[in-house]
């Protein structure tokens, strides 16, 4: 098992910057993947980034060159972050964690509102 605790959203101004975070603790020696999902009104759930546990990266096209994904882990922890910058009210969504790990396991975080607005 692998327990996801999401933190960082907000509201925040359109050109503004936010920073979510993503701490898994449990079985984290299994995870292979990391990721940054989210979800609009609406809308499909859509891969924003994601990371592999030997630090590949992959973004989508709407994410690229302004959010970045980072990972720290240790024996007992795993944190993912998403750095986003120059947001903007299309960012508005509620932006969930995914971690996969080896022998097909998958978790969701519960989820973190961003809002962009003036």
């Known amino acids: 098992q692998v327990q996801l605790v999401e933190s960082g959203g907000g509201l925040v101004q359109p050109g503004g910057s936010l920073r979510l975070s993503c701490a898994a603790s449990g079985r984290v020696f299994s995870i292979y993947f990391m990721g940054w999902y989210r979800q609009a009104p609406g809308k499909q759930r859509e891969l924003v980034a994601s990371i592999t546990r030997d630090d590949r990266t992959n973004y989508a096209d709407s994410a690229k060159d302004r959010f970045t994904i980072s990972r720290d882990s240790d024996r007992d922890s795993s944190t993912v972050y998403l750095q986003m910058s120059r947001l903007t009210p299309d960012d508005t969504a509620v932006y969930y964690c995914?971690?996969?790990?080896?022998?097909?396991?998958?978790?969701w975080g519960q989820g973190t509102q961003v809002t962009v607005s003036s």
């Open positions: 995914n971690v996969r790990l080896f022998g097909m396991d998958e978790y």
